[in-house]
């Protein structure tokens, strides 16, 4: 045996230094495991763009209980429009004069009253039956390629190009057969431009597969104060509402589906279509969990009074729209976990600001409702409306923040 091996090292030498050359032996093993340590992606087939994927590896934790299901009652005070409430600031929230200088939004508005059941094409006089639904659809693929999220440098001229077939608004229907929702998907935005042009260009074919009519509502804040997500999608819902959708769809603008059986047709009660995602381990953490993309059709959106304008910053919104939802004994519909999932691009963290000022939020959300959301007059104000090429872009001047949310 050669001088300074282990075994001459513990020959003659006692328990303790038994003990303390086992300890030396374990620092190397975890020195050794932590500069190259196993494999850890739990899914092969997503593995080779886990770098721009946000993904966290959990234990299995045990599933919720099924929201028990009850029919949508709304209370009797939403039975009849819900009287609007003048705040402080003196904003005009109309709509009406930005979408006179949009003719092809006006004709849009126009066709509202065309029936869906039905279509009478001019050439030949054909009608033509609904489309299928997406559990009929036999034109969809299943799992979608996610290496097109690796893209970094899209301009919008390069979806332009690749999707000649979407008309002004990010707008698409079906010519074969008769679409059975006409939806607006609206994007939360605010300096994501490399994801917001990879969300588009990976929408589109996956709607036009279920043979949805879908137009795209990007809705962006003016200025650099603090975010206020709930006074822009209520903002937006005022447009979707003016282009006569049967539903709205709230968009995550880092968030990806990946199996295009995700259904993005209109919902019959809420629908929390982000419900598991790359970043949350793919599992439901609490039962009002609506964040990421919630499907809503045009009357529960107006009984639970839209979004709170009350919530600045990241963080808070979501939830609260969750308890507003259950407060009205709203089934919380989610899609099957094997195909519904989604991928969350990366992107910097937010740090959550006021978290007292959200925690009594959001205590009293449940009663709240009624006096804060979409009936709100001067929440907002419009500074600008534009029919893009790929999507309507709505800017959106939402105020200033109390001191309060100024840690």
């Not at 500069?35 to 959990?58: C, G, R, T």
Request: hydrophobic residues 40%.
């Amino acid at each position: 045996m050669a001088r300074g091996s282990i075994f001459t090292l513990l020959r003659g030498r006692g328990p303790r230094r038994f003990v303390s050359v086992v300890a030396t032996v374990l620092v190397v093993y975890y020195v050794f495991l932590v500069a190259f340590p196993p494999s850890q992606v739990a899914d092969v087939e997503y593995s080779k763009i886990s770098l721009d994927i946000e993904q966290v590896n959990v234990p299995s934790i045990p599933q919720l209980a099924p929201i028990k299901v009850l029919p949508a009652t709304v209370p009797a005070e939403v039975t009849k429009p819900i009287e609007p409430i003048r705040a402080g600031n003196d904003f005009n929230s109309s709509i009406g004069s930005f979408i006179k200088k949009l003719p092809s939004l006006a004709e849009e508005m126009q066709a509202v009253d065309v029936g869906r059941s039905s279509r009478v094409v001019a050439s030949g006089n054909v009608t033509l039956k609904d489309c299928p639904s997406i559990e009929l659809n036999t034109g969809l693929v299943g799992h979608t390629g996610q290496g097109s999220l690796l893209i970094e440098d899209l301009s919008e001229a390069d979806i332009v190009s690749a999707h000649p077939d979407i008309l002004p608004g990010g707008s698409w229907a079906p010519t074969d057969c008769v679409a059975t929702s006409k939806v607006a998907i609206i994007i939360p935005y605010r300096d994501r431009f490399s994801h917001l042009v990879r969300l588009l260009d990976f929408l589109y074919p996956i709607l036009q597969r279920q043979l949805l009519d879908f137009r795209f509502i990007v809705t962006e804040q003016y200025g650099d104060n603090l975010f206020n997500k709930g006074r822009i999608m209520n903002a937006a819902f005022k447009l979707a509402e003016k282009l006569g959708v049967d539903c709205v769809i709230f968009h995550d603008v880092d968030m990806f589906p990946q199996d295009d059986r995700t259904p993005y047709d209109c919902p019959s009660t809420p629908r929390h279509v982000g419900a598991f995602v790359s970043n949350l381990g793919y599992q439901l953490w609490y039962a009002e969990l609506v964040g990421g993309v919630l499907a809503m059709n045009m009357e529960d959106y107006r009984a639970v009074n839209g979004y709170s304008n009350m919530y600045w910053a990241w963080g808070g919104e979501d939830d609260d729209m969750g308890k507003r939802i259950m407060s009205q004994n709203m089934t919380i519909e989610r899609p099957d976990r094997e195909f519904a999932r989604f991928s969350m691009l990366k992107h910097g963290k937010r740090k959550r600001i006021a978290s007292k000022m959200i925690y009594s939020l959001l205590g009293s959300a449940g009663t709240r409702w009624l006096t804060d959301g979409l009936n709100v007059e001067n929440m907002w104000k419009i500074v600008k409306l534009e029919q893009k090429p790929l999507y309507y872009h709505l800017l959106v001047d939402v105020g200033t923040p109390p001191d309060d949310w100024h840690e």
